[in-house]
Protein backbone atom coordinates (compact mmCIF):
# COMPACT_ATOMS: atom_id res chain seq x y z
CA UNK A 1 0.00 0.00 0.00
CA UNK A 2 1.52 3.35 -0.63
CA UNK A 3 0.64 6.64 0.94
CA UNK A 4 1.26 10.16 0.12
CA UNK A 5 4.54 12.52 -0.24
CA UNK A 6 6.75 9.49 -0.40
CA UNK A 7 5.24 7.59 2.36
CA UNK A 8 4.69 4.28 2.14
CA UNK A 9 2.95 1.67 4.41
CA UNK A 10 3.71 -1.74 3.73
CA UNK A 11 3.35 -5.43 5.87
CA UNK A 12 6.35 -5.87 8.09
CA UNK A 13 8.38 -8.58 8.17
CA UNK A 14 11.32 -10.73 9.68
CA UNK A 15 13.31 -8.99 7.06
CA UNK A 16 12.15 -5.77 8.31
CA UNK A 17 14.14 -6.42 11.86
CA UNK A 18 16.81 -4.35 11.65
CA UNK A 19 15.00 -1.23 10.86
CA UNK A 20 12.27 -1.61 13.24
CA UNK A 21 14.80 -2.75 16.30
CA UNK A 22 16.03 1.34 15.83
CA UNK A 23 12.46 2.26 15.57
CA UNK A 24 11.46 0.46 18.40
CA UNK A 25 15.09 1.72 20.74
CA UNK A 26 13.91 5.59 19.77
CA UNK A 27 10.84 4.81 21.56
CA UNK A 28 12.32 3.23 24.45
CA UNK A 29 11.90 -0.35 23.59
CA UNK A 30 15.25 -1.96 23.30
CA UNK A 31 14.73 -5.27 21.80
CA UNK A 32 17.56 -7.33 19.95
CA UNK A 33 17.49 -7.60 15.70
CA UNK A 34 17.28 -11.59 16.44
CA UNK A 35 14.84 -11.17 18.81
CA UNK A 36 12.31 -9.03 17.26
CA UNK A 37 12.59 -10.98 13.56
CA UNK A 38 11.61 -14.08 15.47
CA UNK A 39 8.53 -12.31 17.32
CA UNK A 40 7.40 -10.54 13.81
CA UNK A 41 7.74 -14.15 12.28
CA UNK A 42 5.61 -15.41 15.30
CA UNK A 43 2.79 -12.85 14.59
CA UNK A 44 3.05 -13.23 11.01
CA UNK A 45 1.39 -16.82 11.53
CA UNK A 46 -1.35 -15.62 13.85
CA UNK A 47 -4.68 -13.59 12.81
CA UNK A 48 -3.71 -10.19 12.77
CA UNK A 49 -1.14 -7.45 10.72
CA UNK A 50 1.94 -5.82 11.30
CA UNK A 51 2.40 -2.86 9.04
CA UNK A 52 5.15 -0.27 9.06
CA UNK A 53 5.23 2.99 7.52
CA UNK A 54 8.53 3.96 5.40
CA UNK A 55 9.41 8.13 4.38
CA UNK A 56 12.54 7.63 2.05
CA UNK A 57 14.43 5.82 4.41
CA UNK A 58 14.02 3.91 7.37
CA UNK A 59 10.76 2.95 9.15
CA UNK A 60 8.80 6.21 10.84
CA UNK A 61 6.17 3.69 12.38
CA UNK A 62 4.37 0.98 13.32
CA UNK A 63 1.19 -0.54 14.12
CA UNK A 64 0.30 -3.95 15.41
CA UNK A 65 -2.99 -5.85 15.38
CA UNK A 66 -4.28 -8.76 16.20
CA UNK A 67 -8.27 -9.78 15.60
CA UNK A 68 -9.87 -12.66 17.67
CA UNK A 69 -13.73 -14.04 17.75
CA UNK A 70 -15.79 -13.58 20.94
CA UNK A 71 -18.48 -15.07 22.54
CA UNK A 72 -20.53 -11.96 21.97
CA UNK A 73 -19.60 -10.91 19.03
CA UNK A 74 -20.54 -11.48 15.61
CA UNK A 75 -17.92 -10.74 13.72
CA UNK A 76 -13.81 -11.01 15.07
CA UNK A 77 -12.61 -8.28 16.70
CA UNK A 78 -9.37 -6.21 16.16
CA UNK A 79 -7.16 -4.95 18.60
CA UNK A 80 -3.99 -2.47 18.05
CA UNK A 81 -1.53 -3.89 20.06
CA UNK A 82 1.10 -1.45 19.34
CA UNK A 83 1.10 2.34 17.32
CA UNK A 84 5.25 3.45 17.27
CA UNK A 85 5.74 6.62 15.40
CA UNK A 86 9.26 7.91 15.78
CA UNK A 87 10.03 11.03 17.94
CA UNK A 88 10.78 13.32 15.38
CA UNK A 89 8.35 11.68 12.91
CA UNK A 90 4.84 13.11 15.26
CA UNK A 91 2.53 15.52 14.21
CA UNK A 92 2.46 14.62 10.74
CA UNK A 93 -0.62 12.73 10.10
CA UNK A 94 1.87 9.40 10.31
CA UNK A 95 -0.08 6.97 13.47
CA UNK A 96 -3.51 8.40 11.38
CA UNK A 97 -2.41 6.72 8.37
CA UNK A 98 -1.60 3.57 10.12
CA UNK A 99 -4.27 3.53 11.71
CA UNK A 100 -6.61 3.96 8.49
CA UNK A 101 -4.45 1.32 6.82
CA UNK A 102 -4.30 -1.19 10.09
CA UNK A 103 -8.60 -0.31 9.82
CA UNK A 104 -8.64 -1.51 6.43
CA UNK A 105 -6.84 -4.54 7.13
CA UNK A 106 -9.47 -5.85 9.95
CA UNK A 107 -12.11 -4.75 7.67
CA UNK A 108 -10.92 -7.08 5.11
CA UNK A 109 -10.10 -9.53 7.32
CA UNK A 110 -14.04 -9.58 8.51
CA UNK A 111 -13.47 -7.84 11.87
CA UNK A 112 -16.74 -5.74 13.14
CA UNK A 113 -14.88 -3.43 15.52
CA UNK A 114 -11.41 -1.85 16.31
CA UNK A 115 -10.22 -1.10 20.09
CA UNK A 116 -6.87 0.10 21.97
CA UNK A 117 -5.96 -0.04 25.26
CA UNK A 118 -4.56 3.26 26.19
CA UNK A 119 -2.61 3.29 29.79
CA UNK A 120 -2.94 5.43 32.17
CA UNK A 121 -0.97 9.09 31.86
CA UNK A 122 -0.52 8.68 28.35
CA UNK A 123 -2.78 12.04 27.13
CA UNK A 124 -1.58 12.81 23.93
CA UNK A 125 -2.73 8.70 22.64
CA UNK A 126 -5.82 9.40 24.50
CA UNK A 127 -6.68 12.37 22.94
CA UNK A 128 -5.21 10.72 19.40
CA UNK A 129 -8.08 8.18 20.00
CA UNK A 130 -10.79 10.46 20.84
CA UNK A 131 -9.85 12.46 17.45
CA UNK A 132 -10.12 9.51 15.44
CA UNK A 133 -12.96 8.35 16.49
CA UNK A 134 -12.68 5.65 19.16
CA UNK A 135 -14.92 6.04 22.06
CA UNK A 136 -14.06 4.48 25.73
CA UNK A 137 -15.93 1.57 26.58
CA UNK A 138 -14.67 -0.66 29.06
CA UNK A 139 -11.32 -0.67 31.18
CA UNK A 140 -9.12 -3.65 29.87
CA UNK A 141 -7.67 -5.82 32.53
CA UNK A 142 -4.58 -8.55 32.11
CA UNK A 143 -2.88 -10.69 34.38
CA UNK A 144 -0.08 -13.18 34.29
CA UNK A 145 -0.32 -16.85 33.80
CA UNK A 146 2.93 -17.74 35.22
CA UNK A 147 4.67 -16.75 38.82
CA UNK A 148 7.73 -14.15 38.17
CA UNK A 149 11.22 -16.13 37.51
CA UNK A 150 8.94 -19.20 37.04
Keep these: MSGRYGLEIRAAGAADAAALAELLCAVDHTLSMRALAGRLEALRRQPGAVLM??????P???IVL?????L????????????????????RG????L????????????CGGLEMEVA?????LAAFCEAAGFVMQNATYARALRKRGG
Design 94 to 97: IARL
Design 53 to 58: ALEWGP
Design 60 to 62: SGL
Design 72 to 91: VADHPMARIEHLYVGHEHRR
Design 99 to 110: LKAGAQAARAAG
Design 120 to 124: GGLLD
Design 66 to 70: TWRHT
